[in-house]
């Protein structure tokens, strides 16, 4: 039993690390968990390998950790960019072989199960249910995000990968480390908002009524939302 846990994914712009972070993310805070993630880029504007860190606790949380419970590698680079993270303790959800570490492996290929299904690009929504299930997290919850987050063209094999990564969660035994979520009053009414947003807030409340900007991400983000 413990009070905190964090998450590291990491992979190269495009095998859909954004979204494993969005599904996680809103499934920990619906299933009563207080959430803090972190975006970590490369200083490059193509390539390289980037990392999202999730932390959940049963208390308050605002701030990440560099330690790593559970590292989920989409690709090669990942692993040897995040490697001095990784400890005895660490749980790494990857195809055995691909990497070697002195950690406990769950050998899932999860590209290949993502092709199973006709999908390479859906190994994101199996990691993430199977990291959920690994918590012990009722997967349902992650069900009703993704029926919001997509469309009819892709719900159908988003859906598949849920099951997958949801089965392979059971088969490997749920909650690793167990946290007692939080679901009282205070917990389930606070705001999850990005950084984004909360500058956009924080922007507004301090009486803001004009922005300029230029076009660049991360500055896009925040202009479109007070344009909202």
Known sequence: MRDSVSILIGGKAGQGIASIETLLTKGFKRAGFYTF??????????????????????????????????????????????????????????????????CTFYDH?????????????????????????????DVDVLREIVAQLYS?????????????GAKLG????????????????????????SGTEGVGFGAIAGGCNFISSYPMSPSTGVLTFLAK
Do not use: W
């Open 37 to 102: 993630s972190t975006k970590e880029f490369m200083s490059r504007v193509r390539g390289g390998s980037n990392t999202t860190l999730i932390r959940i606790s049963k208390n308050p949380v605002n701030a990440p950790v560099y330690k790593t419970d559970i590292f989920v590698p989409l690709d090669i680079s990942a692993f040897y960019h995040a490697q001095d993270r990784i400890t005895k303790e660490t749980f790494l959800i990857a195809k055995k072989g691909d990497f070697e570490c002195d």
């Open 109 to 137: 290929d999860l590209e290949a199960l993502a092709k199973s299904i006709g999908s390479p690009i859906v190994s994101n929504t199996i990691a993430a249910a199977l990291v959920f299930g690994l918590l012990g997290c």
């Open 152 to 164: 009819s063209e892709l719900l159908e094999v988003n859906l598949k990968a849920l099951e997958i």
């Open 170 to 193: 059971q088969d490997n035994g749920n909650c690793l480390y167990c946290i007692e979520p939080d679901l009282s009053d205070l917990q389930t009414k606070d705001f999850f908002l």
